[in-house]
């Protein structure tokens, strides 16, 4: 008893005689930081588990489309039929559609609200949509037609004669359309010269149903620039008629490669598909000589697509392209292809020529380590666009060459599963497509061919500035509000750091890994929203990670993690550490003793719910001489100069 009470009194002296070196008091407590912050309890809808609950449902939209693109004019006509079923527990008396085109006028709310000095989401304004021969009816015997529509800018609400029943009712909503292709589609579509003819990247060219959800109902959020898409599944079925002299790449399967290729080149396309390397479809030196690369030499050709179970379709068209392709070997022994439609000006290894390679190994990446790639094709086109994603087909820069190229065409592909896949509301919560894409982006780029290109990512520490900007805003911030100066990274990279933290410094990698393929798994082709991925991920790991969520997702305050000294006694040491941030961390120090030999001793985060101060007894009969928080340099700490003991900045 006298050894235990002497012991005693030597801690009580240790903790007496240094400064700072003492027990946080009760009244110091972060507890409000650790409880929860929203309502997160589980419905029918929407389990407390993070799944999809037993009365979960979502609506459905099944798509005929036609379209015919005027050379001459650079105009798009077109028809559509849109199969509308609703598996909601209420009847609907009219549906909501988005017309973006119409984002392209001198009065739309995009246009007012883009400043004076103009952004990336700058648009033509000579364009919008011209609608004729609209109907609707519920397809069920002697129903009638309604023409009854109204357009609010880029809405559309088709009202009908009778509503559509709940749980399983449906309607056809059909319509014609046309517009002016822009030739500045906001950095999304548009139509680009070039040396051999002009490239058309189509993309939101067609009027499109509304997501109608258990959370929002209708979700008519108009479309302004730098928030995109929320859309339902479905499958699509579409016809592009397009010059002779012309090649179409689009999402989904070419149906009828017979009666618009050459025997040439459908002898071609199927070697690329047995092929892990590139072929030619359409081959540089034939641009200029149509009648050897096209089947017909006048008139038009008609190019016919499907994609089922799919959120959207887009497609590119020009007599310019060069096409390409290889085959995608995906984890069930299934096969893909991966395919590149660019000009000459992007032709060369060093450009291009590589876009086949890195769309492959891309896919085969995702695949292999997340989820199944779903479609048949992956496209990469080349076009005056610096990066933006569609089912099975992107738009990136012409001008795009290797590192770069390899990013954007990464990245883009990565959008297959974060939102096409995972069928996110970008249009609301940027950071659950954006920033989920650039984290797996950044395991894909150190994959690729061992690294060639490698990821920055995980440098953290680059990005302090901006963690330090009193400017900056929260990743929740809604994206058609954020600062443009700001978006890159709360739609990027902050969230992408968070996951990042998450699984290399918080969880670690088998629990995250094993969480976060369950969420995409639990919500492949459904909607989540943000407390979903929160509670899935809490369930699932096993960890309670309000804290986490609350300050990083949900905050603007920042980490700085703290040794303030270390002091020894009776041959141990107290490491005296402090929470200087608003992000609280588990604490990972790395200790070196006098032999250079080292350990390294993790904390939990709950020291922190006591407080900002903590005293760590690290038992050793070796001398300290350096301590170092967060080692690997995982964390975005804003202060590198108080991390390591003696207080130094730490290389």
Known sequence: MRKLVAAMWLVVCVLTCHSGLYAQSPSETNQELFNEFTYRQGSIHRTASGKPGPAYWQNGANYVLEAEIDENSHVLKGKVAITYINNSPEELPFVWLHLEQNRFTPDSRGTLTTPIQGNRYNGDMDGGYTIQNVTAQVSKRNSRVSNTYRITDTRMQVVLDEPIPAKGGQAVISMDFEFKIPQKGM???????????????????????????????????????????????????????????????????????????????????????RSDTTVYIVRPDELKNPQISRPKQEGTLTWHFRIENARDVAFASSKAFIWDAAKIDLPSGKKAMAQSAYPIESDGQEAWGRSTEYSKASIEHYSARWYEYPYPVAVNVAADINGMEYPGLNFCSYKSKGESLWGVTDHEFGHNWFPMIVGTNERRYAWMDEGFNTFINHYSSLEFNDGEYGSNLNQTRRYLNWFSNPAREGIDTYPDVANTSNLGMIAYMKPAIGLLMLREYILEPERFDYAFKAYMEAWAYKHPQPNDFFNLMENVAGENLSWFWKSWFYGTDNIDLAVE??????????????????????????????????????????????GDEWNYLHRTDKQVTKVVLDPDKILPDINLGNDSWPNRIYE
């Open 565 to 610: 000294n270390v002091v020894s006694y009776g041959g141990n040491f107290v490491v005296m550490l402090a929470n200087k941030g608003g992000v609280p961390m588990p604490v990972w120090m790395e200790i070196t003793y006098s032999d250079d030999s080292t350990e390294r001793v993790k904390l939990p985060v709950e020291i922190w719910q006591r």
């Open 187 to 273: 950095d999304r579509m548009g139509r680009l010269s070039v040396k051999d003819g002009t490239i058309y990247a189509l993309a939101q060219w067609y009027p499109k149903v509304a997501v109608f959800d258990d959370v929002e109902g209708w979700n008519i959020e108009p479309y302004l620039g730098a928030g995109e898409f929320y859309l339902g599944y479905g499958d699509f079925e579409y016809k592009v008629t397009v010059p002779y002299d012309h090649i179409v790449v689009g999402s989904g399967e070419l149906l009828n490669p017979k009666e618009v290729l050459t025997k040439e080149q459908q002898d071609r396309l199927s070697l690329a598909a």
